[in-house]
Nanobody
Framework: QVQLVESGGGLVQAGGSLRLSCAAS????????MGWFRQAPGKEREFVAG????????AYADSVKGRFTISRDNAKNMAYLQMNSLKPEDTAVYYCAADPFLFGSEIPQKGRYRYWGQGTQVTVSP
């Protein structure tokens, strides 16, 4: 079955960096749009970043533009989220998601992703 496993979360001070990884199995990775979402306590899950099948197109939430970078390695079935200049408001559980049928403007649409990981906690201290 499809598995998405996130790693790389942890505790970091404001201004620091983390790199999240998402290991995918059980699917044709290169045929799937990949997304990163996050959910803070008491808040809805929100879009963070997404990347097209080939990596040619990316999308970011306004709150992370210029600080976060999404990438993928189709040869390794891996997606990544490099997070720089972290802020306390970035604290959340971060989820990796995949879907084989998303295109362009659909990338930020949470409800359109078919597969989800279990999440990894990111905590940014002041």
């Amino acid at each position: 079955q499809v598995q998405l496993v996130e790693s790389g979360g942890g505790l970091v001070q404001a201004g620091g960096s983390l790199r999240l990884s998402c290991a995918a199995s059980g699917l044709t990775f290169s045929s799937n749009t990949m997304g990163w979402f996050r959910q803070a306590p008491g808040k809805e899950r929100e879009f963070v970043a997404g990347i097209s099948r080939t990596g040619g197109n990316t999308a970011y939430a306004d709150s992370v533009k210029g600080r976060f970078t999404i990438s993928r390695d189709n040869a390794k079935n891996m997606a990544y989220l490099q997070m720089n200049s972290l802020k306390p408001e970035d604290t959340a559980v971060y989820y990796c998601a995949a879907d084989p049928f998303l295109f362009g403007s659909e990338i930020p649409q949470k409800g359109r992703y078919r597969y989800w990981g279990q999440g990894t906690q990111v905590t940014v201290s002041p």
